[in-house]
Each structure stands twice: as C-alpha cells, then as structure tokens.
C-alpha cells in the first residue's frame, strides 16, 4: 500500500524536508508505539483497580508517542525556520521543517517517564515537583531554540542542557539514595531503569544539535535518530521498567488511589497506635507477605479490609 501522506499534506514552505521515505519510518514507528500502547491497557487489568499508576503513566506516554507519530508521519505538526548553516547542498538561511509535535509530546511524555522512576524511590514531593519543573524547561528551551533562526538559539539550547544535568544529578543521587533507603531490590531497579533513560536521553541533545540546530543531517536522516530513540526510551524503556516493578512489593510505597475504603484502609498504624487509637484497618496490606506487583490479580478494586466500630470513629 503506497504511502501518499506528502501528496495530501505537501510540506508547503519548507525547501528542506521529510521525503515519502521518512515518513515510511514514520508510520513504524506509530505502529509499534500503538501495539505497545494496546499491549500495557490490557495489561493495567492485572491489577485492582487503585494500583494502577505507573502502567497509567505508561499508557499517557505511548497513547501520546502515537498520536505524535501520526502527526509526523502523515507531514503535519511542522514549522518552516530558516536555517542558520548551510550543508547537504543547501545555503544558509533555507527552510527546514522544524516539528513542534515532537516537542508537545515531550511536555506530556518526559514528565511521566521521570515519575515512572522516581514515584518507585521514595522521592520527596517537594524534588519531585522540582525535578518535573527543569524537565519542562528542558523541552521548552529546546522548542524555543528550534525555533530561533540565529545563533541565539544555542543560548536556549545551553538553558536545556543545563536543565538536563540537573534532572540527570537528582536521578543520581538523592532518588538513588531513596530508592535504596526502601531496600536494596528497590535500588536495584531504580539504579539500571535511571541509567537506561539517563544515557538515551544524553543521546537527544546530539540529536538536536545535528538536526534542529546545526542542521548537519537531513530531515529523514533526523526522523531516524530521533524514531530509535523514542522506541527505546518509550516502549522498549516502559515494559522493562514495568517488569522490575512486578518484582517488587509496591505496596510499601502507599500509592494506592481512590476512597479510604478502596484502598484497603493504609495508613500509619504506628502513628495511629501513639495516638492510642486501634491499628487493626489495612493490617493486611502492611503486614503481609510480598506478593509483589500482581498481588490480588484479577480484581477489580483494591479490597478493603473490614471496619470495626474503633476504626470507623477514627476515620470520621
């Protein structure tokens, strides 16, 4: 089936562009972000209802990844910026497609990556929300400098890069330390998750500065370096990290969502007990043994555990 996208949505304005090769990549690279999309939402229903999180943050990242690719490949979500060299045959100051589709996925997919890692550490709320806050600066400079035709745009690009560090330091060390302050499992596969995404996305800024900034490659040569590396850090990255995560015990890191009575009454027993108040609601959860990520498969909600009189008058 011939591919006729560029002949529907011709790249009007721009002199440098994705040819029907490119968006051919394209189109695989949508089709394998929807298999692995369709793949975790039957997955999700493994679990009770309540436990969920990090397979829902994977289908934010795939279902968004898609929809991307669909843009890109069907040649639509794209400015023309001229250029600031000039290579492959081309003078400087020539249009270059420049995807702001990509960009509007990052904004909604980086921020989920990070917290498919560090909602499994241990980390504050406070790093976390600071950690997301120099993720979207990272993307955002990277927008603006793509947009920008003169050498300015290396300013933007040096914002990014500085935002990257700081998020890649985070990861390193406290989230690390936090994961291994909940046990040495929990380290472990906090430790080989980050390192995998820590060194894919050391890879994107070498892509930019080829593509978007010093236009070096072409824009199929583009669509490729950047098609591969999404593949791993998003499909490929999202079901290995969410295999390590079946081998722990999440229910240490009280994630469960919903009503108090939902999710199985978890709350501090010691504090509750300081208090003198009953420690008997979720007993069950904190106090069993690891059945790790599938533990009650098949239900539909977290079960809750029965109430005693005590334990409602506390509640209220």
């Not at 995404?197 to 978007?212: Q, T």
């Amino acid at each position: 089936m011939s591919n006729h996208a560029l002949d529907t949505n011709p790249p009007t304005g721009s002199v440098q562009h994705i040819t029907a090769h490119g968006s051919d990549w394209l189109w695989a690279v949508f089709a394998i972000m929807m298999v692995a999309d369709i793949l975790v939402f039957f997955w999700q229903f493994s679990l009770p209802r309540g436990q969920r999180v990090f397979h829902q943050l994977c289908l934010f990242i795939l279902s968004t990844a898609a929809i991307a690719y669909f843009s890109m490949a069907s040649d639509l979500g794209y400015a023309s910026v001229l250029t600031e060299f000039g290579h492959m045959g081309y003078s400087a100051n020539t249009t270059r497609q420049i995807w702001y589709v990509r960009y509007i996925d990052w904004v909604i997919t980086t921020p989920s990556l990070l917290l498919t890692l560090v909602l499994a550490s241990g980390l504050p709320l406070s790093d976390i929300i600071a950690l997301c806050y120099f993720d979207l600066v990272m993307i955002v400079t990277g927008l603006v400098g793509a947009l920008v035709a003169t050498s300015y745009k290396w300013g933007f690009y040096t914002f990014g890069c500085a935002a990257l560090f700081y998020i890649w330091w985070v990861l390193a060390g406290p989230a690390r330390a936090s994961a291994g302050a909940l046990g040495a499992d929990y380290k472990s596969a906090f430790t080989s998750s980050a390192a995998i995404l820590s060194f894919l996305w050391l890879l994107y800024p070498i892509a930019w500065g080829l593509a978007d900034g010093g236009n070096l490659i072409t824009p199929d040569s583009e669509m490729i370096f950047y098609g591969i590396l999404d593949v791993l850090a998003k499909p490929v990255f999202t079901i290995y990290h969410l295999y390590r995560l079946s081998k722990l015990d999440l229910s240490l890191l009280q994630l469960s969502s919903g009503k108090f009575s939902n999710s199985g009454g978890v709350f501090d027993r010691e504090k509750h007990a300081a208090a003198g108040a009953p420690a008997t609601v979720g007993a069950s959860i904190t106090g069993t043994a690891k059945g790790g990520f599938f533990s009650r498969r098949g239900q539909r909600d977290a079960v809750a555990e029965p109430r005693t009189p005590e334990a409602t008058a506390v509640s209220s």
